[in-house]
């Protein structure tokens, strides 16, 4: 019998391709495929899977992305009766809340913006309010929501990156990459819901961000593919958002090195070694329809879509369409590209533009 990973997030089909590749068995917990299960993963459910998939498997794994982030009641269970191949989920729990860490922050010369504490006093347009335990941007507001989930946060200006880094049996840290974040123009639901992201060989303060990040990744005690989003301002390096999991630039990283990466995520016993191979600029756009609608692909040709719906599937308002995916020799030419694909889409669709 095969081992059998099971992999849960609001998208799973790449992870799902790529596991398979590697000779498992693969059992798909996500959004858009299984909503049912999705909107009711709870312990009942979990026994009944983990009943159905030990007839035929000699071993349970599981593996995730997003989506697990504010589901803290099915964490123990998670934990105890299959084999976790990434961060432990108490820790993807406390990352949901950047100053549970911001010691380890500071420790590492890296800042976190000012957290206020109550409404008084504060200048609208330089905080925003922010959910615990979000993913992907989504719920994140300029306006206050009245909601005791969410916290307000100090507003810094300026783009937003993100690093991307392995760490093999918590003592071998490898810098991926740097990836400049793209973002919905003119959404006023989720003004900072993550739209794609482009890579980047070098930023301001490369050599600085890898030093103090590797440093926090240790004292963290992350495994794995990890991602920290930052940003930076008046010379100093702001983190955002600590992402212990797999996140939507995993599959830039993992392509350039052959599907080594998912290999090392799920086997902690071989040898690790990686060479760099960021000699391109891979990119990708996330489609978000400007109303829900029915997908037609019938009238459509447009090389280098990934996650598509099929053919009359229902897409709700605020929920990606399909992904571009692409890469160029250099990042002018990548945006540029990235650029065209856009126009072409939106003369098919109504769909939102992206600041790239």
Excluded at 42 to 51: A, D, G, V, Y
Excluded at 101 to 118: A, H, T, W, Y
């Amino acid at each position: 019998m095969k081992e059998t990973v099971i992999v849960i997030g609001y998208e799973t089909s790449y992870l799902e391709y790529k596991i398979k590749s590697l000779g498992y068995n693969v059992f798909p917990i996500n959004y858009f495929s299984k909503k049912n299960l999705w909107k009711n993963l709870n312990i009942t459910n979990l026994e009944k899977i983990r009943r159905d998939l030990k007839k035929t498997s000699k071993k349970i794994s599981i593996i995730y992305g997003s989506g697990l982030e504010n589901r803290p009641e099915i964490y123990s269970y998670l934990e105890k009766n299959f084999i976790n191949k990434g961060n432990k989920l108490n820790l993807l729990y406390k990352c949901g809340y950047i100053y549970n860490f911001r010691k380890e922050v500071i420790d590492s010369g890296l800042k976190i913006p000012k957290l206020f504490r109550n409404n008084k006093n504060i200048n609208k347009s330089k905080c925003i309010y922010k959910p615990k335990n979000s993913c992907g941007g989504y719920d994140i507001k300029y306006s206050n929501p009245n909601n005791s989930r969410y916290y307000i946060q100090e507003y810094i200006p300026g783009d937003t990156f993100s690093i991307s880094f392995f760490v093999y049996n918590n003592q071998q840290f490898k810098f991926l990459g740097f990836n400049k974040q793209f973002f919905l123009k003119d959404y006023d639901t989720h003004p900072f819901v993550h739209a794609g992201a482009g890579s980047l060989r070098n930023i301001k303060f490369s050599r600085k961000i890898q030093s103090s990040i590797k440093m926090l990744s240790y004292k963290l005690d992350l495994i794995g593919f990890n991602s920290i989003d930052f940003k930076i301002y008046n010379n100093m390096i702001f983190i955002l958002d600590i992402n212990p999991r797999i996140t939507s630039t995993f599959k830039i990283y993992n392509d350039l090195h052959k599907n080594k990466l998912l290999k090392y995520q799920l086997l902690s016993d071989i040898s690790f070694h990686l060479k760099d191979k960021l000699n391109k600029n891979y990119g990708f756009i996330h489609i978000f329809p400007k109303k829900e609608m029915r997908y037609k692909a019938d009238n459509f040709v447009l090389k280098d879509i990934i996650n598509k719906p099929k053919s009359g599937e229902y897409i709700s308002h605020g929920d990606p369409m399909f992904t571009i995916y692409t890469y160029e020799k250099n990042y002018k030419k990548l945006k540029e590209k990235l650029r065209k694909k856009l126009i072409k889409t939106k003369e098919i669709y109504s769909c939102y533009d992206i600041i790239i």
